[in-house]
């Protein structure tokens, strides 16, 4: 039962994850998610359904679209993918509990949050908003435990980045800012801590593999988002486990 459950939360993601890739690429632009239809975005044709299954699409079509042969970006796929793997551990981890509810809500965001920073380095207030409503409503009726956790951590990790901006001169986005107010209302003040950690060993070895890759200057722009993501999701699931780990090794 419980490899039924984690496999539809998985398939429930891939379905999910195409339409956060919409968001993700639409909202910044301010374009409606809806209207046009899916297309490709170099011949205009609209998608038809045999293009649009999570990411067996992309493998059959060889990631080139039908008509015109355009490369499909990889990061379609890829967001599909890493949303329904997430969902599945959301419920291997929590299991058909309220908390479930938080975690779908906040993968969502973050996976939105990444595609948005990859395609425009761009985390759009309205999203923020979004899942910030949502997520506080949440926390009142599923709370942390103790039940100031989730007040302290949000502010605490709005006012760290916040600083961290004022003393780089603007080295944070303003986006990132906000966006760990709203991780700290989930993760609570130890785990929003530790994220914010893992986001700069995270961020650090991505820019510096960026960099060779890319073979530009010091002064290239890089998304933090991404690596936000990845450490918030690591923080949410296995927090105590990796303080545990680290405190181990210190003592």
Not at 143 to 151: A, E, F, G, L, M
Request: glycine share 10%.
């Amino acid at each position: 039962m419980i490899t039924i459950y984690a496999l539809f939360f998985f398939i429930f993601g891939l379905v999910f994850g195409s339409f956060f890739n919409v968001i993700g690429l639409r909202v910044p632009k301010g374009e409606s998610i809806v209207r046009p239809p899916s297309h490709c975005t170099n011949c205009q044709r609209r998608l038809t359904y045999k293009d649009l299954v999570p990411v067996l699409s992309f493998l059959f079509l060889k990631g080139k679209c039908r008509s015109c042969d355009e490369k499909i970006r990889c990061i379609y796929p890829l967001m599909e993918l890493l949303t329904g793997v997430f969902f599945a551990l959301a419920y291997l981890e929590l299991g058909l509990k309220p908390e479930l509810i938080i975690a779908l809500l906040f993968i969502s965001m973050l996976i939105i949050i990444t595609v948005s920073d990859i395609a425009y380095m761009l985390i759009p207030n309205r999203i923020l908003l979004f899942f910030g409503v949502l997520l506080a409503v949440g926390r009142i009726f599923i709370q942390s435990d103790p039940w100031w956790n989730s007040i302290v951590g949000a502010f605490g990790g709005f006012l760290i980045l916040l600083l961290v901006s004022i003393l780089s001169k603007g080295g944070i986005g303003g986006g990132d800012i906000k966006l760990f107010f709203i991780i700290g209302l989930v993760l609570g003040v130890f785990s929003t801590l530790l994220a914010l950690f893992l986001a700069s060993v995270i961020g650090l070895i991505a820019g510096v593999i960026l960099l060779i890759y890319r073979k530009q200057g010091r002064k290239t722009p890089i998304p933090f988002g991404p690596s936000i993501a990845v450490a918030s999701i690591l923080a949410y699931f296995y927090g105590e486990q990796i303080l545990e780990w680290y405190m181990n090794l210190l003592f």
